[in-house]
């Protein structure tokens, strides 16, 4: 059975950070595109960052020097790491497999997500 466990939000001062978790099961994350979603106040669903299979990443600008994936293979969990929150960060986090292991060349997992996990709240105060 597949499931995604996200934990690590909470709540911070503008310029703190953070460290997320996506505790993976029912799969190796070794085989698959990884990526991390979030979903501001009033705001749709976005996507933001993106791991494939052989850990290559990429960003999008808003996070770009500021958020970090890492994955330990050993633990089948993928990792975000958040540094310099801004209020504009605060969100519900969620991180997603994706139905491919490779990233397109547009930059994003090249193919769509299939499984969720629940999210967990970044709030950032200023």
């Known amino acids: 059975q597949v499931q995604l466990v996200d934990s690590g939000g909470g709540s911070v001062q503008t310029g703190g950070s953070l460290r997320l978790s996506c505790a993976v099961s029912?799969?190796?994350?070794?085989?698959?595109?990884m990526a991390w979603f979030r979903q501001g106040p009033g705001k749709e669903r976005e996507w933001f960052a993106a791991?494939?299979?052989?850990?290559?990443?990429t960003y999008a600008d808003s996070v770009q020097g500021r958020f970090t994936i890492s994955r330990d293979y050993d633990k089948n969990t993928l990792y975000l790491q958040m540094n310099s929150l801004k209020p504009e960060d605060t969100a519900m986090y969620y991180c997603?497999?994706?139905?491919?292991?490779?990233?397109?060349?547009?930059?994003?997992?090249?193919?769509?997500?299939?499984?969720w996990g629940q999210g967990t709240q970044v709030t950032v105060s200023s």
């Open positions: 791991s494939d299979s052989a850990g290559r990443t």
């Open positions: 997603a497999r994706t139905m491919t292991y490779q990233l397109s060349g547009a930059g994003r997992c090249a193919a769509g997500v299939d499984y």
């Open positions: 029912g799969f190796s994350i070794s085989n698959y595109c």
